[in-house]
C-alpha cells in the first residue's frame, strides 16, 4: 500500500524560506514520479511541481518558476520541495502524491494517487 507523509511546514515572514519533505513508505518508492500539490483556502488543488524517478528532470507551475526547487533522495524515499522568496500567497497546505513514470510532467491532480495528509505553510510577518 502506497503512503506519503509530508512535514516541514510552518509559518514564516514573506522573502524567507521553507523545506518540505514527503516520505514514502510501502512501495517501490523510486518506480513512482512525484509531485508537490497546494490548496489554499477556498481555492481548488493546484500543481505545483513534479520530479521524474530518478530525480533528474522537475517541471513547475509557473507562479513558483525560479523560487522552488524540487529534489528527491531514493535511499532515503524522500521528495523535498526547497522553497524560497516565499510571498503571502504562498500560503496553502501542501500535499505531494505519486504517479507512473509514463504521467511525468502532468500537474493535474486526477493523475495523482496516494495523497499525503498534507502541511501547512503560512506566509505572514
Known amino acids: 500500500q502506497l503512503q506519503l507523509v509530508e512535514s516541514g511546514g510552518g509559518l514564516v515572514q514573506p522573502g524567507g524560506s521553507l523545506k518540505l519533505s514527503c516520505a514514502a513508505s510501502?512501495?517501490?518508492?523510486?518506480?513512482?514520479?512525484i509531485g508537490w500539490f497546494r490548496q489554499a483556502p477556498g481555492k481548488g488543488r493546484e500543481g505545483v511541481a513534479c520530479?521524474?524517478?530518478?530525480?533528474?528532470?522537475?517541471k513547475y507551475a509557473d507562479s513558483v518558476r525560479d523560487r522552488f526547487y524540487i529534489s528527491r533522495d531514493n535511499n532515503k524515499k524522500t521528495v523535498y520541495l526547497h522553497m524560497g522568496s516565499l510571498k503571502p500567497e504562498d500560503t496553502a497546505v501542501y500535499y505531494c502524491a505519486a504517479t507512473f513514470p509514463h504521467m511525468y510532467g502532468t500537474l493535474h491532480k486526477a493523475d495523482f494517487h496516494s495523497w499525503g495528509q498534507g502541511t501547512q505553510v503560512t506566509v505572514s510577518s
Open positions: 520530479i521524474t524517478t530518478t530525480g533528474d528532470g522537475a
Open positions: 510501502g512501495f517501490t518508492f523510486d518506480n513512482y514520479v
